[in-house]
């Protein structure tokens, strides 16, 4: 994945027992409240056309990313607070590219940018919150298998 251009940032780093601390769960619930300040100053102010160029050919748009980021962290909160009380909760994928095709893609950006804020804010409030032991916890995915929280 990390050569794959339609992810450009690549996969999600795993942890190590040594890192799952709560100084560095503090580090991630302060980067999740940050990430939306940081999307309200990339999109906030910019036009329709604006929103709908791409980064690269064949890519989303800058409202479909938006949209995109605001489900991808009400996914993974959901799948957080399943992972924490469902002992061997086995995740739910969902066609990202698909979802995008639904009218709700469309609604105003500041849509996803609320939705954003208030998912953000409960999931810094689950790392800030939950003993950083809980978070070994494994859950399945169908095709990538066991991952800890």
Known sequence: ??????????????????ERVPATLERFAASMEQAVADWRGLVGALTLSDLARTYRPGSWTVRQLTHHVAEGHLHGLIRLKAGLTTDGYTIQPFQQAQTLLLPDAELPVADALGLLDSLNRRWAALLRGVPATEFAREVVHPQEGHQDL
């Open 1 to 18: 994945m990390p050569n794959d251009p339609q992810y450009p940032l690549g996969g999600l780093p795993q942890l190590t027992d040594a």
